[in-house]
């Protein structure tokens, strides 16, 4: 199996969104998936933070502050699982997994993965390739 056939067999039934943020310049940048899992407009370029903040239950908002400043600092990775409002502003559970990346004559940046996380139920879905 490809490297693009696991990317798309991941993203082919739940929202699975990457990211990356620039330490220098604090942006952060988002696929369309993260803009749907918390209820936003996509857009090119980066991501509100403000309106981002505003989709994160505050409880968990400083776990989430901690995670960025020890993987910046300790140069490592980390995950969490928080609650997060999607477009009907109900709360969801989400997952994020991020690692500090070197970049040079930079601070570097962050990158990961965010995906939502669902109820088991049994189901069956079926795609035709179409997007």
């Known amino acids: 199996m490809t490297e693009s056939?696991?990317?798309e067999l991941a993203q082919a039934f739940r929202l699975y969104g990457f990211f990356r943020i620039d330490l220098d310049s604090g942006h952060f940048?988002?696929?369309?998936d993260v803009f749907r899992m918390f209820g936003m407009e996509s857009t090119k370029g980066p991501l509100n933070m403000v309106e981002f903040r505003s989709r994160i239950?505050?409880?968990d908002m400083p776990m989430l502050m901690e995670s960025f400043e020890r993987t910046c600092a300790?140069?490592?990775s980390y995950h969490n699982i928080y609650r997060a409002l999607n477009a009907e502003n109900q709360y969801k559970f989400v997952r994020t997994v991020g690692k500090f990346r070197a970049k040079p004559n930079s601070a570097g940046e962050i990158?990961?993965?965010t995906?939502?996380?669902f109820e088991r139920l049994r189901t069956a879905?079926?795609?035709d390739g179409e997007q």
């Not at 940048?29 to 369309?32: G, I």
Request: no cysteine; charged share 25%; aromatic share 18%.
């Open 125 to 127: 879905a079926f795609s």
């Open 115 to 117: 995906y939502e996380f």
């Open 74 to 76: 300790e140069k490592q």
């Open 29 to 32: 940048f988002a696929t369309s």
């Open 5 to 7: 056939e696991v990317v």
């Open 57 to 59: 239950h505050p409880e």
């Open 111 to 113: 990158v990961g993965i």
